[in-house]
């Protein structure tokens, strides 16, 4: 039976794959898509989910505009991400609306409604999942698992310490983090070791799907923007973050993963963000986060391959 899903997204151009991998799997069912400030704005975010989901001919799948600013500090320079993502997909204009009720809303009401059997994929800034568990912290007990795209162990890509997801909204990141429910992250440390070559591309856009010529095209264009602003130890390839968060619910052994300690920094001007993980034996505070260390690459591809090429 596939795994119910809704995928949190801040829609740039990894985003935009992990939509369509969740989309097009016959392992998935993707309950919904809300869409959060990160990459761009809400409004473009927004925009970009619902013109992947008219791209590949999903316009059933509900989208739902969430938060458009950080909880508690302005939205900072997106650096690189400005770069790498730009405003808007390179894609034909949205002609499906978004719902009318606000994500934040939606998920509260999802979640109450649901029989605890929707796994919550966040590869955005994790400004809607807090916002909705403040509002109403019963929703917490209904979600099975949360997979997060974010957070850093060797070293960050916003700043030196923090990864761009958590950098965003660190107040937001920690209150996921310590809701207590089981967690999966899908750090840098992993998705690092996972990239998609030029040469990917080229045996993507050969399929010849709609899907995979989008990915192929939007990957391209990830890897010139990671050329010139923090090339990988891999020539001419990029990350696909978010996507690895989805293929991991459909194949968890995509990941290696330990169960560790995470706590995330929100006061310090030079660390705020950073994801603070405890790898000692007897680590301070009980250990919280199902964190990736290492990734499947190949594997990745494969699933790449295999699902958008349907």
């Known amino acids: 039976m596939p795994t119910k899903i809704i995928l949190d997204v801040d829609t740039g151009t990894d985003d935009a794959v992990a939509l369509m991998v969740a989309a097009l799997s016959p392992d998935i069912e993707l309950v919904g898509a809300t869409a959060v400030n990160g990459n761009t704005g809400v409004d473009e975010t927004t925009e ?3 013109r992947v989901f008219d791209l590949i001919g999903r316009p059933d799948i509900p989208v739902f505009r969430g938060m458009a600013a950080p909880m508690l500090r302005p939205q900072g320079d ?3 991400a400005a770069v790498i993502h730009r405003d808007l997909l390179d894609l034909p204009a949205a002609r499906t609306p978004a719902r009318p009720q606000h994500a934040v809303d939606w998920l509260v009401d999802t979640y109450l409604a649901s029989e605890g059997d ?5 590869v955005g800034p994790l400004t809607n999942v807090a916002m909705a568990l403040l509002k109403e912290p019963r929703m917490a007990e209904r979600i099975p698992e949360i997979v997060i795209m974010g957070g850093a162990h060797e070293s ?5 310490s923090a990864e761009y997801n958590f950098w965003v909204d660190p107040e937001a990141a920690r209150i996921v983090v310590e809701c207590g429910r089981p967690i999966r992250m899908v750090p840098l440390d ?6 998609v070559s030029l040469e990917d591309c080229a045996r993507l856009r050969a399929l ?14 990830r890897i010139h923007g990671y050329n010139a602003t923090q090339p990988m130890a891999g020539a001419s390839s990029a990350p696909v973050h978010d996507a690895l968060a989805v293929c991991a619910v459909i194949e968890p052994s995509v990941l290696t993963t330990r169960l560790i300690r995470v706590d995330v920094e929100t006061t310090s ?3 705020a963000g950073r994801t603070i993980c405890d790898v000692r034996p007897t680590p301070d505070g009980i250990p919280n986060i199902k964190f990736a260390f290492d990734a499947d690459g190949p594997r990745f591809v494969e699933m790449l391959v295999d699902i958008l090429g349907r």
């Not at 960050?156 to 030196?160: F, L, P, S």
């Not at 992993?190 to 990239?195: E, F, I, K, L, V």
Request: net charge positive; glycine share 8%.
């Open 208 to 221: 010849g799907t709609v899907a995979a010529t989008a990915t192929a095209a939007i990957v391209e264009q």
């Open 190 to 195: 992993a998705t690092h070791r996972a990239p």
């Open 269 to 271: 001007p030079l660390a």
């Open 156 to 160: 960050g890509n916003r700043t030196a």
């Open 78 to 80: 997106r650096g690189m």
């Open 48 to 50: 970009n989910t619902l």
């Open 118 to 122: 929707i796994t919550l994929v966040a």
